[in-house]
C-alpha cells in the first residue's frame, strides 16, 4: 500500500494524540506504510504554523474546507469540538476522502444516520476515536467471553467516571453548551462506554436512563461572569442487551477524584472478568473452574501474548499507555483502508452510540424505557 497523505484538523488534546499516533504507526508496526503528514489545520493560525512545524507537517492552513477537497489529501482526520464534525465529516466523505473522526460522531441520531449513509454511499474507509477498546486486554476480554470461558453471561456494570468537571470553579467551555458538546457527560464519555459494552457483549435493545445537571453555572473564562451549563453532568442507565444480559452505567464528569474511570465487570455463570482503565495494563478473572482452595481473581497482566501489545515492547508488565492505544487504533484504519474492509468503530457504530447515547437522554426526559432503534433524531 502506498503511503496516505493525511489532514488533520484541530491541535488541542486529541490533535497531539492523533499526531503523535500518526508519527509512531509506521515504527511500531512496519506491515503499514507511514503516514504522510501533509497538513495541519486549526482555526488559529500561528498555534497551527508553529505545531505544524514541531508535529513534522509539511504545511499549516486555517481552512479546513480547502483541506477536505484538497485533491492531494486522502485522510481527513477530525479532531475539533463535537458540533463541528458533522460539516467536516460530510465536506471530506463529498470529496471522497477515508475520514478519521473523534467522538461523538455527531450530535444527534439523524445527523450520525446522515453522516454514516453518505460514507457507505461513497465507499469510503472511516474510524471512530474509541481508543480504549484497542487495549490488547479488550481483546482478551472479548475472547474469553466468545470463548464460553465464563459461561453465560449475566450482567455487565460499567462505569466511566472522570472529575473533570467536579470543581464548580473550573471555567465554562463549548463542553457545556448542549449545542456544542451534546449530551454532557453521556456524551463525552458515555459514549466511550456504550461502544465498549456493544463491542464485547453486542447490541444494546433498550435503556432507561436519568441525567442530571450538578453545577448549572460556571465561570465564562474570558469575562468571568457567570454562564448557564446547558447539559448534564451525570448520566446513569440501566441497559439490556439483546443477547439477554442486563446491565447499569455510571456516567460522570464530576466524580471527584476519579480521572480516567472506565470500569467494567462483567458476570457470567462460569466465572467474571473485571477492568479498569486507571490499570489498563490489568485485566482481573475469576473462574470457577479452577481449584476451590485457590479460587478467587487472578490479575492478568498485558503482555506480548496478547496481540497488539509486542508491537510497543518485548517484555510483559511493562505496559501500554493511552498514546499507544491511539498508534493501534491508527494502524486499524490504514488496515482498513489497505483491505478495503470495514473495522467495529467505524461510522456505523459511530451511528449506533449516537443512537444509544440519545436513548438514554430520551428516557431521561420521559421516565419511561426506549428501545434503542426507536431513539431517531
Ligand atoms: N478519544 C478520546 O479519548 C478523546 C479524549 C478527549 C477528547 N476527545 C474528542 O476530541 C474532540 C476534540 O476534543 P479536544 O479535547 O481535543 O478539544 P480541544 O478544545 O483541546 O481542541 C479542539 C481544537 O479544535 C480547534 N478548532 C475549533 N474550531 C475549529 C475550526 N472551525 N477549524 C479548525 N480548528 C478548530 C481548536 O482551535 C482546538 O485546537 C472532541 O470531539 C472530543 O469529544 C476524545
Redesign the pocket.
Known sequence: MKSLKFGL?????????HAIALRSVGTAFPSVPSPVLACL????AE?ASSLAKSWGFAQSS?D?QGLCTDPDIDVVD?????H??KEMALAAIGAGKHVYC???LALTTKDAAEIAQAARAAGVRTSM????MCNPLIELAKQAIESGEIGEIFSFCGNYQEDYLSDPATPF???CLRAQGGHGAL??LGT?LINMAEYLLGPIASVMGSMTTVHRQRPDPASGEMRNVENEDIAQALVRFACGCTGTMDISRIATGKKCGLTFEIFGSKGSLSFDQERMNELRVYKTSDDEKLRGYRTILAGPQHPDYAAFCPAPGHGLG?NDLKVIEVKNLLKSIENDEAIFSDFDNGYRVQMITDAIYDSSNESRWVNTEAAAN
Open positions: 484538523i484541530g491541535t488541542g488534546f486529541m490533535g497531539k494524540a489545520v486549526d482555526s488559529n498555534r486555517t479546513w477530525i479532531c475539533t469540538p463535537n463541528l464534525h473523534e467522538k461523538p476515536g474509541f481508543n480504549y467551555s463549548w463542553r456524551a463525552d466511550h493511552i
